[in-house]
T-cell receptor, first 111, second 112 residues
Framework: EAGVTQSPTHLIKTRGQQATLRCSPISGHTSVYWYQQALGLGLQFLLWYDEGEERNRGNFPPRFSGRQFPNYSSELNVNALELEDSALYLC??????????FGPGTRLTVT | DQQVKQNSPSLSVQEGRISILNCDYTNSMFDYFLWYKKYPAEGPTFLISISSIKDKNEDGRFTVFLNKSAKHLSLHIVPSQPGDSAVYFCAASTWGGNQFYFGTGTSLTVIP
């Protein structure tokens, strides 16, 4: 069984640009969660998608958005990038349980 | 607003001894708690969980204890092994799992 995949592994953008991050959960997992882990901080909840719908979002500005596709993969878009958006972005899949299965993350660097 | 706190950034333990990792939370509505382990360059891996209706859950060398009145949970690893060296995150959720709150992690080093 393939694990959760995220792409790209690393992404370098300049301030003001847009970034798109992608996540594919384990087959059969219909929920996708996105988290931001900035340096020295814990995982901060960003977004939760389930069955193609956004179910909840964390305390982040609207320039953080995303979607979930019919195959349950998901993408996270960050518009108007700011320097403080530099972080590790983790996605996790789940299927009706509390236990989440995480991908390896995308390291976003904004210069 | 850090609702889940891990106040010890790091912990070192001798191989074979007990490792105790602590976690405190502030929201009394949390009803499910999880521990994740993270190796460098990998995503967190689920380790063990506990529901608020229990005060202890055990899985092999790993035991999680929950003290609801103190809003405190702990992870015990006995005996500790060098392969346990990793960053451990605790997490909490309200009913339905629609949002998870993670602590900042504790880096455990098990010394051979």
């Amino acid at each position: 069984e393939a694990g959760v995949t995220q792409s790209p592994t690393h992404l370098i953008k300049t301030r003001g640009q847009q970034a798109t991050l992608r996540c594919s959960p384990i087959s059969g997992h219909t929920s996708v969660y996105w988290y931001q882990q900035a340096l020295g901080l814990g995982l901060q909840f960003l977004l939760w998608y389930d069955e193609g719908e956004e179910r909840n979002r964390g305390n982040f500005p609207p320039r953080f958005s995303g979607r979930q596709f019919p195959n349950y993969s998901s993408e996270l878009n960050v518009n108007a990038l700011e320097l403080e958006d530099s972080a590790l972005y983790l996605c996790a899949g789940a299927r009706g349980t509390y236990e989440q299965y995480f991908g390896p993350g995308t390291r976003l660097t904004v210069t | 607003d850090q609702q889940v706190k891990q106040n010890s950034p790091s912990l070192s333990v001798q191989e074979g001894r007990i490792s105790i990792l602590n976690c405190d939370y502030t929201n009394s509505m949390f009803d499910y708690f999880l521990w994740y382990k993270k190796y460098p360059a990998e995503g967190p891996t689920f380790l063990i969980s506990i529901s608020s209706i229990k005060d202890k859950n055990e899985d092999g060398r790993f035991t999680v204890f929950l003290n609801k009145s103190a809003k405190h949970l702990s992870l015990h690893i006995v005996p500790s092994q060098p392969g346990d060296s990793a960053v451990y995150f605790c997490a909490a959720s309200t009913w339905g799992g629609n949002q998870f709150y993670f602590g900042t992690g504790t880096s455990l080093t098990v010394i051979p």
